[in-house]
């Protein structure tokens, strides 16, 4: 089982709903991940957050807006989506968001992902 | 590119085979890692060889490294259908946040 919780598993959104994807960590992770990954392709970094701080943010369009209310959680909020941002979305987070040094392995430890369909 | 590369993109091995799959990077590395990830579900880490590493196992898994020619391999023994999965290589970052994912292998077991 995993130990980051993701939800939905599924969403069905049209291009003018709003809505969002929720990501929960209880391991004291202190970097969290927002990934896209379309099928048969590996993951695509959207988003980092570092200490709670928006760290990265890889020239995502503004219809996706991140939000990390505590060190425990994570949101994505979607808007106006396009047929194309169709995709499983992964969220993910790792010890220390300091790249690898000393203890920190920089695993991921990935959630099991929400599936988003924009019609 | 900032992805790794990985070979083969696919393959298809019968059940107690044993199946490899190579990867092959650019950066310089702490650790390499591998990831598994089954159809539509998130990726679950497998191993982790250190750059000081030359070799490691674990359980039916062995994972090699050549830092010269900056590659990895991963050796899955008697494969089992269970084993059907995408997997990853992956190299975290030695500084800043952005891990560097391998394009994958598709590892199809046939019982």
């Known amino acids: 089982d995993t130990e980051v919780t993701q939800t939905p598993k599924h969403l069905v959104m049209g291009m003018t709903n709003k809505k969002s994807l929720k990501c929960e960590q209880h391991?004291?992770?202190?970097?969290m991940y927002w990934y896209k990954q379309k099928a048969k392709k590996p993951p695509e970094l959207m988003f980092v957050?570092?200490?709670?701080?928006?760290?990265i943010n890889e020239s995502v369009p503004s219809r996706f807006s991140p939000e990390c209310p505590n060190s425990s959680l994570l949101n994505l909020h979607l808007h106006a989506l396009q047929p194309e941002d169709s995709a499983l979305y992964l969220c993910?987070?790792?010890?220390?968001?300091?790249?690898?040094?000393?203890?920190?392995?920089?695993?991921?430890?990935f959630g099991e992902g929400s599936r988003l369909t924009v019609l | 590119s900032q992805q790794g590369e990985e070979d083969p993109q696919a393959l298809s091995i019968q059940e107690g085979e044993n199946a490899t799959m190579n990867c092959s990077y650019k950066?310089?590395?702490?650790?390499l890692q591998w990831y598994r990830q089954n159809s539509g579900r998130g990726l679950v880490h497998l191993i982790l060889?250190?750059?000081?590493?030359r070799e490691k196992h674990s359980g039916r898994l062995r994972v090699t490294l050549d830092t010269s020619k900056k590659s990895s391999s991963l050796l899955i023994t008697a494969s089992r259908a269970a084993d059907t999965a995408s997997y990853f290589c992956?190299?975290?970052?030695?500084?800043?946040?952005?891990?560097?994912f391998g394009a994958g292998t598709r590892l199809f077991v046939k019982a």
């Open positions: 993910a987070s790792s010890q220390s968001p300091l790249g690898t040094s000393g203890t920190n392995t920089g695993e991921l430890f």
């Open positions: 950066t310089s590395i702490n650790n």
């Open positions: 060889i250190r750059s000081n590493e």
């Open positions: 391991m004291g992770h202190r970097a």
């Open positions: 957050y570092s200490y709670e701080k928006l760290s």
């Open positions: 992956a190299i975290p970052p030695t500084g800043g946040f952005k891990t560097i």
